[in-house]
């Protein structure tokens, strides 16, 4: 195996297009593991920490562009981040432990594609997108088109993702993210959801984005779920219809960690504690 | 394959190393540098034996590449006392029993460390979640906690 740090996106693509398997480190939190257990044996790995600006969280239109080298720690320690994407940030911090969030990044739990991954429903709730750079230059791909499929994605070889744009966030809008894991902490979503949410002036629903996680191949859009709650004020009829919707659209596996009938359940309650959190920090409360 | 020449600064020491790309941050500190303090339990960042901070971030140092720490500030276990003048974690610990075994016991204090340098007055939820990453198959974990909460209101004390 070979190391290279280069020192620029376009160094890097091409160390990246000329190197049959390599493998790009950001954080390293799942390549390490891979490379220990022999599941990527690769002959280059392409560390981007050093390629100014991955390591940066920049205002832009209002939003913030994430470098793909930025931590988990380092989200939580962005103020203006943890104001306009609350959701985005505390479902990030779910990753593993201190040590872990240390390293850990929004693009790694993104290319690293398992349908469980916390911080992808929370960014897809988000409207986040993706910037990638390769060999053809630079595209943006809305986050929720990355992952293909569990441990694919849809980035072509010498690709990376250089960074992920969180658009601006509106006024009465906010956003949470909920897991259910059979632990307190250090554990793998059973099931994850990601709210987004605006308010209109009289406190109904003016838009929303509602996201399942590990219930499916890969992360989950439930438009029926937003539709439901839609033009509503978050009542309990409201919050039935979005659980019912999240219930109904989730496609769980049955194995140790929860039966299907128990994650279509757990989908409905996330969706709907995600919402009336979401909803209360649209209005500037406390949540 | 050629070896990778590393300049790094480990305890506040200018270091050069040479190592392998496959190596680890850990492998580099126990087998090339002799630093044996850092311990290996799992190898899979899940037990935090191997904890050490970066540029003052705590991390699983079997999570990062020795190569990674090119210019980088290191901090182990073994630049935790001052001399022979142990630092006041690791005087609770032993003061109060925190450990039994004692394989857990430098990753569990560098990460305590790390903590009460952010977070001087720390509560017992967050002293749990902070060490969550730091597994100890002996003490139940309550003396550690309660060595961790102590040392914490002592240096506020002293300061």
Redesign the interface.
């Known amino acids: ?3 290279e ?1 280069p020192r620029s996106v376009e160094e890097a693509v091409t160390a990246l297009a000329g190197q049959t398997g390599a493998h790009v ?1 950001a954080g ?2 799942d390549l ?2 891979r ?3 022999e599941m990527v044996e690769p002959e280059l ?1 392409v ?1 981007i ?1 050093r390629i100014p600006g991955l390591r940066e969280i920049v205002a832009e239109d209002g939003g913030w562009r994430i470098g793909a080298a930025v ?1 988990g ?1 380092e989200l939580g320690e962005h103020e203006g981040l943890r104001r306009d994407w609350p959701g985005v940030v505390e479902a990030a911090e779910l990753i ?5 969030q ?2 850990a990044t929004l693009a790694g739990n993104l290319c690293n594609a398992s349908p469980a991954a916390d911080s992808v429903p929370a960014m897809v709730a988000a409207g986040a997108v993706a910037r990638i750079v390769g060999p053809q230059g630079t595209r943006d791909l809305p986050v929720i088109d990355v992952p293909q499929g569990p441990g694919k994605t849809a980035l072509e070889r010498g690709e990376f993702i250089a960074s992920i744009l969180l658009p601006a966030r509106g006024s009465r809008s906010s956003d949470a993210y909920l897991r259910f894991i059979p632990r307190t ?2 554990d793998i979503a059973v099931v994850g959801c990601g709210v987004s949410l605006s308010l209109d002036e009289e406190g109904r629903v003016s838009a929303a984005r509602v996201v399942l996680g590990a219930v499916g191949p890969k992360v989950m859009l439930v438009e029926a779920a937003a539709e439901a709650i839609k033009r509503r004020v978050l009542d309990e009829a409201a919050l039935n219809d979005l659980a019912a919707a999240c219930s109904r659209a989730a496609t769980p596996i049955d194995d140790k960690r929860g039966t299907v009938d128990f994650r279509r359940h757990v989908a409905g309650v996330l969706a709907r504690r995600a919402a009336v959190i979401a909803e209360a920090r649209a209005k500037g409360e406390q949540a | 394959m050629s070896r990778i020449h590393v300049t790094t600064k480990i305890n506040g020491d200018e270091t050069e190393f040479l190592c392998d790309a496959e190596a680890t941050l850990l492998d580099v500190l126990r087998d090339e540098l002799g630093l044996t303090g850092t311990k290996e339990g799992c190898g899979t960042g899940d037990c935090g034996a191997c904890s050490v901070t970066v540029d003052g971030r705590l991390v699983c140092s079997c999570l990062m590449l020795g190569a990674e720490a090119e210019g980088r500030q290191i901090t182990t276990i073994e630049g935790m006392a001052e001399g022979e003048v142990l630092h006041p974690l690791q005087k609770k610990f032993i003061e109060m029993a925190a450990l039994q075994c004692g394989i857990c016991t430098p990753g569990i204090l560098v990460a305590a460390k790390s903590l009460l340098e952010r977070n001087p007055d720390p509560s017992e939820v967050e002293v749990r979640y902070w060490l969550a990453g730091n597994l100890c198959r002996c003490t139940g974990y309550d003396k550690i906690i309660r060595a961790v909460m102590d040392t914490a209101a002592d240096m506020r004390r002293a300061s």
């Open positions: 195996m070979r190391f740090s480190l390293g939190t390490l593991v490379l220990r257990a790995v560390d920490k931590s720690a593993g432990s201190t040590q872990v240390g390293r902490e250090m």
